[in-house]
């Protein structure tokens, strides 16, 4: 398998077969639309508030919870993947790691209440929306960037048929 995605539950609770199923499709969906044809690893963690809030803390010194946070293991640039990624691979895997995700169900269960669509668009847009931050894309200003990374996440939803 050319991907493999590694889901944590930080809270038993919080656990399901099923999420872990959307979230692997997603993450996975993305990397195809986005052309990754190398294999690769991405690690997520499936939290609540306080959890995705000590890690904002802990890594960005942001007190506050949020509902997704994208911890890419390279600087990509958006939509130009390298051609040789073996100075990138893991010699214990043979993976290049992109990187790591946290996202608040918590937060994404509000969000869905919030936006008026389920909480499986919304899951599958925060794996979506940070798959992209791993690949390079940010949304820092209102620019081009920014539209740039809208673009590719609705291209990405609309394969998923997770349109809003």
Known sequence: MKYKINIRFDRKRLANVGMSMHLSRCITT????????????????VTDNPGIRAINEAQRHVDQATDVLSFPMFSLTPGQLPEDVSDMLDPDTGRVPLGDMAIS???????????????????GYLAVHSVLHLLGYDHLDEGP??????????????QLLLKR
């Open 145 to 158: 960037m920014k539209r740039q990374m809208r673009r590719q996440e609705e291209i990405i939803m609309a």
């Open 30 to 45: 993305a990397l195809r639309v986005e052309g990754v044809d190398f294999p690769c690893e991405i690690n997520v963690l």
């Open 105 to 123: 169900l918590e937060r994404a269960m509000s969000q869905a209440e919030e936006y008026g669509h389920g909480i499986k668009r919304e899951l």
